[in-house]
C-alpha cells in the first residue's frame, strides 16, 4: 500500500513537472531594409536599416547594425515594425499600410461569425521588412476616431452624415 502510495505520487510530481516546462516560444527573425526600387524584396544594394523598433506586442528591439531583429512570437502574435522618421510604408490592397506580419497558425480556433483572422500556417524562416525611403515631414493631420458602436442601418446614416459633413 505504501509502496504504491509513493509511486503515485512520485508519478503525479513527475507530470507536473513535464507539463511546468512548458516549450518556449519560437523566434522570427529578418531584416528591416531600405527598398530603394518599391518591390517588397530586399537585393543585395538596399541596406538593412539600424535602430529601426519592432515589436510582438509585449516586447521591443532595435535592429543591430545591419538592420536585423529578432523576437519570441508565440502563437496568435502580430510582429510589427515601427515607421522610422524618413521612411514609409509600402502599401497594399486598398492602400493599406504593410508593418506588420501575423502568426496565427490555427487560425481564430472557434467558428466566428465572419470568420476572424485567416490560419497562417507554420512560421516562417525569417521575414523582412521594407520601408521606402521618403522625405520626413514635420506637420501632420490626423483624425481620431472612436469605436461609434451602431446599432443599425439608421445609426450609420448618423454616422456617416456626421462624418461627411464635419
Known sequence: MH??????????ALAAATISA????????????????????????????????VSNGTLVVATDDNGRYSLPVAARTTIFVIKPPGYELPRGDHNLPLFYRRHWPDGPGEMLRYGGVLPTGALPAEHDFPLRPAEARNAFSVLVMADPQVHNPTHVTYYERRLSTG
Not at 509502496?3 to 503525479?12: A, D, E, F, P, S
Not at 518556449?24 to 517588397?40: E, I, K, M, R, T
Request: with cysteine; hydrophobic share 45%; net charge neutral.
Open 3 to 12: 509502496r504504491t502510495l509513493l509511486i503515485l505520487i512520485v508519478c503525479k
Open 22 to 53: 512548458a516549450q518556449p516560444a519560437p523566434y522570427l527573425s529578418g531584416v528591416v531594409f531600405a527598398d530603394h526600387d518599391a518591390d517588397g524584396k530586399r537585393s543585395g544594394a538596399e541596406p538593412g536599416l539600424p535602430g529601426v523598433l
